[in-house]
């Protein structure tokens, strides 16, 4: 277990693992978080290109009931972020243990349901500031400590996480320089996206009707923003789903963070 202190000697970070992965290293990290009042952990995978020079910084939010564990150990990722030189960042998707009566009571309400925004309400306010940890906080602690270029940033995600990566995008115009989303982009104000979706034909939440991308398309085509939508014929919700398309996504931001 190694840990990484900050320039006035107080631990920021406790490395939690370490595994060699095409020649890379992927990582994960646990943190006293500010914003949420809490300890989160993160995984990180530094591709091999981290040891001698700073890299673009790729953002993976994960959906419902995830925690940092699962994309970095179902997604099969780290193979095309080696090959295109960029760190990927996975938080995790609430924070965890923070007492609060019906926080566990429900797999889309509350522990690893966090969706990504401030809560405003009691009891969950103090907590619950998903938006301010992913999009202020995390960037900052990652600037602080790996080898990453600030000024090439981008974000991704899958279910809560692709809506969460569209929303942490449209509030911050020019931030990041590439997105995956599911959701709503019909207010932009900001500059050009070029968006990037696939959506399995036989996901469950799209049969329910829980998912609606065509309502987002929509939104695109009235702002002119540019979209790729893929229905993959036979694939579902689930991380086999995300381990086929991976690659694709990765390469589709490389093409920006890389310019």
């Not at 020649?23 to 990290?29: A, M, P």
């Not at 910084?57 to 150990?73: D, H, K, M, R, V």
């Not at 996480?161 to 709503?184: E, M, Q, R």
Request: glycine residues 8%; negative net charge; hydrophobic residues 35%.
């Amino acid at each position: 277990m190694k840990l990484i202190f900050t320039n006035k000697g107080r631990m920021a970070l406790k490395e939690i693992s370490s595994n060699k992965c095409f020649e890379g290293l992927q990582k994960v990290f646990e943190h006293d978080s500010v914003e949420l009042s809490c300890k989160m952990k993160f995984g990180i995978y530094l591709p091999p290109k981290a040891e001698t020079e700073k890299c673009p910084a790729l953002y993976w939010l994960s959906g419902l009931t995830c925690t940092e564990q699962n994309f970095i150990s179902k997604a099969g990722y780290q193979q095309a972020a080696s090959e295109h030189g960029l760190i990927i960042i996975a938080p995790d998707t609430s924070p965890r243990g923070c007492n609060i009566k019906g926080e566990d009571e429900s797999w889309d309400f509350g522990t690893g349901a966090g969706f990504y925004v401030d809560a405003t309400e009691d009891p969950w306010k103090t907590n619950y500031r998903m938006y301010s940890y992913v999009t202020e906080e995390l960037p900052r602690l990652i600037n602080a400590n790996f080898p990453v270029d600030p000024q090439r940033m981008s974000i991704f995600g899958h279910s809560m996480g692709g809506h969460g990566a569209l929303i942490c995008a449209l509030k911050n115009p020019g931030k990041y320089k590439a997105y995956d989303a599911t959701h709503l982009v019909k207010s932009y104000p900001g500059s050009q996206l070029d968006i990037l979706i696939d959506q399995g034909k036989d996901d469950q939440f799209l049969t329910d009707g829980q998912l609606l991308p065509d309502s987002f398309i929509a939104a695109c085509t009235e702002k002119k923003v540019p979209v790729v939508f893929r229905l993959q014929e036979g694939y579902d919700h689930s991380y086999y789903f995300i381990a086929t398309f991976i690659t694709d996504h990765i390469r589709h931001h490389a093409k920006y963070l890389n310019a």
